[in-house]
């Protein structure tokens, strides 16, 4: 019997993968995954991606690029169970149940309901407002027990603890505690508004998608915005500073620091040093990535396996559900 915790993480079809997937949630995945501790479950969260605005094609189109560039990340379908969401119906189904142990006002606290009403307030669908329940199902129907996320989802996180323990009290112990899990950088910022997480939906001059070429690193990095004026750390360049630290050599970074200490530090030379240096870490990636495209029908298969594998676990999670509830 394999009893090791179970992780249980996933993202939207919603575009390229940027800096802030990648600090926040997709490194952590890889690092999680190699270290043999965990089973792991990653799904591509396309269902959840129907509370938004997107076209059916772009959806269709971003499941397969969404795909690629997990793998070309580091997951590897061979130690992750790597799956589209909607491709395992019973998601939906554990989602219904627990929509009716759910009290309304607590959905009304969710930050990210309120967020997305506002960003897409002629579409304010009922799924924008049960989403999380439907996250809760993701994360209870394979009894996940760490949840590694970034920042903007905890919330969602600790309601899912609250779901398990509605349902355990009006059927009976069944579903178990789960914890969110951060990482060193849980919330990178905005390139342009660096009072904001770094996001798809704030335009694309705000990320740095991992795909993008040196040239257009460059690009975007001189518009960044830093400092106004001197004293305090300006949160534009704390950014920089923690990209530069995460990606760069740390002898370049210590200078720039030092630099930065005792006023003499150059806002352009800081952008050239962080540019060159997220442009190289992700020179591999940008090759897989490019090659794992090239054959959408091998990314097909991989997802197939994916779904059918984590099926397994689904049916038989939903089979004692449903029996708890009363429906079998
Ligand atoms: P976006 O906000 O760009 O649409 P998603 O909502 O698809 O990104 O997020 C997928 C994962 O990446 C989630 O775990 C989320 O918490 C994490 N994440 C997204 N943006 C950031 C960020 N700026 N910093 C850290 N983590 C982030
Ligand atoms: N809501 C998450 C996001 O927007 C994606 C997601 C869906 C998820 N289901 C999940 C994350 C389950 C963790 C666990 O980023």
Redesign the pocket.
């Known amino acids: 019997m394999n009893n090791k915790p179970v992780i249980v993480?996933g993202?939207?079809p919603?575009g390229n993968l940027?800096l802030?997937?990648y600090?926040?949630?997709v490194k952590n995945w890889v690092d999680l995954q190699n270290s043999g501790k965990y089973r792991m479950y990653i799904f591509i969260a396309d269902l959840h991606s129907l509370a938004g605005n997107m076209p059916a094609e772009q959806r269709r189109k971003q499941i397969i690029e969404t795909t690629a560039e997990l793998l070309a990340a580091g997951i590897d379908p061979k130690k992750t169970t790597l799956f589209v969401q909607s491709q395992v119906k019973e998601h939906t189904e554990l989602g219904w149940i627990f929509n009716c142990v759910t009290p309304i006002a607590e959905l009304e606290r969710m930050t990210q309901y309120k967020d997305k009403s506002q960003q897409q307030e002629k579409n304010i669908n009922a799924g924008l407002f049960t989403y999380p329940v439907l996250q809760a199902a993701d994360i209870l129907l394979y009894r996940g027990n760490v949840v590694p996320?970034?920042?903007?989802?905890v919330q969602h996180v600790e309601l899912t603890r609250d779901i398990a323990r509605w349902f355990n009290n009006r059927y009976g112990v069944f579903f178990q505690e789960t914890k969110h899990l951060l990482t060193d950088?849980?919330?990178?910022m905005s390139l342009l508004e660096p009072d904001k997480?770094?996001?798809?939906?704030l335009g694309a001059g705000h990320v740095i998608e991992l795909a993008d070429t040196p040239e257009v690193i460059e690009q975007k990095l001189k518009k960044a915005v830093t400092a106004t004026s001197g004293g305090e750390q300006a949160p534009g360049v704390k950014n920089l500073l923690l990209l530069l630290q995460k990606f760069g050599n740390q002898k370049i970074y210590q200078g720039f620091i030092k630099a930065e200490k005792d006023g003499s530090i150059r806002y352009g030379d800081l952008k050239l040093a962080t540019g060159k240096a997220i442009g190289e870490y992700f020179s591999d990636f940008r090759k897989r990535r490019a090659k794992l495209l090239s054959n959408p029908n091998q990314l097909k298969k991989i997802l197939t396996a994916g779904a059918k594998k984590a099926g397994l676990v689904a049916k038989k999670t939903m089979k004692d559900a449903r029996k708890k509830v009363g429906i079998s």
Do not use: F, R, Y
């Open positions: 993480s993202i939207q919603t940027h802030g997937n600090l926040g949630a996320v970034g920042q903007d989802q950088v849980p919330k990178v997480k770094m996001s798809k939906s």
